[in-house]
């Protein structure tokens, strides 16, 4: 595994005391814990499985993935594709401007913060095997922890639009992805959804 430095630790404190101050709570073991936290969290325990020697960027980019997402309210945004991509790019500038000004509190050079933030945007995904790591890792986590909740919102889906979703994620993917995501211990009615999904 990868040695990690003492600005890196200090960064990952950073991040997740930013993510300590979401108001939103998912229960964890009985727990109530601030849900960008959890994510967060539920990231850095993904990334080291699938990529044991993942750089400093790459594991500050997946622990910055969502920092503060709730300050950008889905809702605040249009309903539809358009919509919808246009509140992914304020995520994205969002995510990117507060690992930034994090790591240069903590030392790292301009050309270190541009990577992560490089990472962050999934920029040159397929192309990029970082970018593409953190699009395999996210894919992962929402498969494993956020899927049932996102399929129990939206009841008025039925399986083939749900099939054509997770479709569109899965395509994200590359051979590493779908193999940690297939491998998951999942319900039934899930996973078929995610065989759908893959053929």
Known sequence: ??????????????????????????????????REL?????????LPRLYPDASEALRIAARAQHI????????????????YNAWRSACRDHHAALT????????????????????IRKEQLKRDPESQALENVVAVVFVQHYLDE?????????DAKLADILRKTLRK?????HAA???????????RLIAMALK
């Open 1 to 34: 595994m990868t040695r990690l430095s003492s600005r890196f630790e200090a960064t990952i404190a950073d991040i997740d005391s930013a993510n300590g101050e979401d108001p939103r709570r998912d229960d964890v073991a009985g727990e109530p814990r601030p």
């Open 38 to 46: 959890v994510y967060s969290e539920r990231m850095s325990e993904w």
């Open 68 to 83: 503060r997402r709730w300050k950008i309210p889905r809702n605040h945004y249009p309903l539809g594709r358009e919509g």
């Open 100 to 119: 930034s000004a994090i790591m240069q509190r903590h030392g790292y050079a301009d050309d270190e913060i541009a990577r992560v933030v490089r990472i």
């Open 150 to 158: 996102f399929i129990a919102g939206h009841k008025d889906y039925d």
């Open 173 to 177: 993917m590359d051979s590493t992805g």
């Open 181 to 191: 995501a297939l491998g998951l211990d999942l319900p039934e009615s899930t996973a």
